[in-house]
């Protein structure tokens, strides 16, 4: 399977490479990975984790209207030019922009019975915010989504895991909401906003991972690990 990837604020796609490196290798060598480059210069608060000399970047500011309607029409135009792809993967704001365009394009596109679904399954490391609704960034604001809100839940299987001790774990937890239940395998880990690299840890995100490419290819259900 072909994999987009999305990194988090204030870091780099050689950076999200390195975190996922183990569970890449765990999951087996039958699978590519897409490492996209956010476009926006941003400071990192990751510096025990990324060189300092590297240069860190966000794909949009998470409270500009304008920069977030930019990022998502960055996204479907590469996804457009680069793909076709079989899955997504996000961490942190790149969960999050992951996810808002997914519910976007599954509460218009999909309306039409025509489109075809862009990927076969999601995976969402440490969300950090709600789905954004993109109708506001035409009114130039900033809003969010509810899942109440959601006329039905992404139509694909999706892997969500993130740290007990995350700041934000309330906001990875809400987004398996708009999500099919049937279809969410999750793991919480006992970190936080991050993606752990301890043996223990790949194994079990490679399982709720393989749980959903396997669900994609119709084998199994979901269940959380």
């Not at 079989?86 to 519910?103: K, P, R, Y």
């Not at 700041?167 to 999500?179: G, I, K, L, T």
């Not at 919480?188 to 669900?215: F, L, M």
Request: charged share 20%; glycine share 6%.
């Amino acid at each position: 399977m072909r994999f987009l990837c999305l990194h988090g604020i204030g870091s780099n796609s050689q950076t999200l490479e390195q975190q996922t490196a183990a569970i890449r290798y765990e999951l087996g060598n039958q699978h590519t990975y897409d490492f996209v480059e956010g476009t926006l210069p941003w400071e990192s608060s990751m510096k025990n984790v990324l060189n300092m000399d590297d240069a860190t970047f966000t794909f949009c500011d998470p409270d500009q209207p304008q920069s977030c309607r930019q990022a998502a029409g960055d996204l479907e135009r590469y996804i457009e030019e680069e793909g076709p792809f079989d899955g997504i993967i996000g961490f942190s704001m790149g969960a999050t922009i992951a996810l808002s365009w997914l519910v976007d394009w599954y509460r218009t596109k999909q309306r039409d019975g025509t489109a075809v679904a862009p990927f076969k399954l999601a995976v969402f490391f440490s969300n950090a915010r709600p789905p954004y609704d993109h109708a506001a960034w035409v009114a130039d604001r900033i809003a969010y989504l509810e899942s109440a809100q959601m006329g039905a839940r992404l139509d694909m299987p999706t892997a969500h895991i993130w740290g007990s001790a995350d700041p934000q774990a309330e906001e990875a937890q809400r987004a398996v909401n708009f999500c099919d239940s049937e279809r969410s395998s999750i793991f919480v880990h006992a970190k936080g906003h991050e993606i752990p690299i301890s043996a223990e840890d790949t194994v079990s995100i490679a399982k709720v991972i393989n749980r959903a490419i396997h669900q994609s290819r119709g084998e199994i259900k979901a269940t959380n690990c």
